[in-house]
């Protein structure tokens, strides 16, 4: 059973930082490209951010040049550190994995940007 657990959420004031993790157990971790969503109250899931099995990266431009993703395959841990975060940034984050027709979600961390 693959399972994706969340960490590192939480309250922060604008222009703070915080790093979510995601924690992958049951399957061979380095074969899936993972990557984080976030939804904001009232609004549609959107892709954060990616990284693949070897290691490639893409980000919405919204948060490029102030989130980055990265993975430690002997942890089975991915990781999204986030910067300057502002208020817009409020939202639940998923981390998900992806290989072939196959996909997972965690249950979610909230993070919360206060003004």
């Known amino acids: 059973q693959v399972q994706l657990v969340e960490s590192g959420g939480g309250l922060v004031q604008s222009g703070g930082s915080l790093r979510l993790s995601c924690a992958v157990s049951g399957t061979i971790f380095s074969i899936w490209t993972m990557g984080w969503y976030r939804q904001a109250p009232g609004k549609q899931r959107e892709l954060v951010a990616d990284?693949?099995?070897?290691?490639?990266?893409n980000y919405a431009d919204s948060v490029k040049g102030r989130f980055t993703i990265s993975r430690d395959n002997a942890k089975n841990t991915v990781y999204l550190q986030m910067s300057s975060l502002k208020p817009e940034d409020t939202a639940v984050y998923y981390c998900y994995s992806r290989w072939a027709a196959l996909n997972y979600w965690g249950p979610g961390t909230q993070v919360t940007v206060a003004s």
């Open positions: 990284i693949t099995n070897g290691g490639g990266t």
